[in-house]
């Protein structure tokens, strides 16, 4: 098997649930690349060869080197025996789409690692929040957005069909390291002219959920409104 972890659900991230409920030793154990935020929503994570690395909404990237820092929603995967490679290729989210309609690839969980120099990024980071946590709509309508040009470093992120939005974004959810770790954050879009592409194919989600959680086990899904609350907040 192989298999992608992830710890909390997008849904929750939604709903306003951003205290860390998973700390990053423990998240670290389940992969070496990944994605995620940390607590109180406090900037975007990449997780690039067993590092993990914490954007922070003033565009500052620093290495999170207390792995007790605790992450509400993050992903991490080990490389999977079953991939696709492809060097020196053109991309952008477009692309990646075509990739994985070419390759049928639609209905499985995936993840790219994707290095090379981007021409043009732009990427979101949220900023820090402070209790009562407002939900993610709010959120994401004051988060700042950094655009960078000729940056070189990985994308890395996750594929899941639209079947399983709530749980993750439905579609892909990328994020960003530079190779001098100075630049990051999630990415709204970007592209580039070639970059050593690996899409990793994973046949199982691990996921884990905070059961010692009190916002989480009382909270309520509210469903009618999660698919547009999530494609207007992510993409
Ligand atoms: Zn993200």
């Known amino acids: 098997m192989n298999k992608i972890f992830q710890h909390g659900t997008l849904e929750l991230i939604m709903a306003g649930l951003y205290d860390g409920t998973l700390s990053f030793s423990e998240l670290l154990e389940n992969g070496d690349d990944g994605i995620g935020t940390t607590h109180g929503l406090d900037g975007e994570v990449t997780i690039l060869d067993g590092h993990a690395y914490q954007t922070k909404s ?3 990237t620093v290495e999170i080197t207390d792995l007790n820092t605790t992450t509400p929603f993050a992903s991490a995967h080990k490389a999977s025996t079953n991939n696709v490679k492809v060097n020196d290729t053109p991309l952008t989210f477009e692309l990646l789409e ?3 309609n070419e390759q049928k690839l639609n209905n499985t969980f995936l993840s790219i690692k ?14 820090k929040q402070k209790k009562p946590y407002p939900d ?4 994401a309508a004051n988060q700042p957005v950094f655009n960078y040009e000729n940056v070189t470093g990985t994308l890395v992120g996750d594929f899941g069909n639209d079947l399983y939005t709530g749980v993750m974004a439905g579609g892909w959810h990328i994020h960003f390291i530079s190779d001098d770790r100075t630049v990051g954050g999630h990415v709204l879009s970007f592209d580039t002219d070639s970059v050593d592409l690996k899409i990793d194919i994973f046949d199982t989600l691990n996921l884990h959920l905070p059961t010692n959680n009190t916002d989480f086990t009382k909270h ?3 469903f009618a409104g999660l698919h547009a609350a999530i494609s207007q907040a992510e993409k």
């Open 136 to 139: 993610f709509g709010k959120v």
């Open 220 to 222: 309520d899904v509210d």
């Open 58 to 60: 003033s565009g500052e």
């Open 98 to 100: 075509k990739l994985v």
């Open 114 to 127: 994707a290095h090379g120099t981007i021409k043009n990024l732009q990427v979101r980071v949220a900023p």
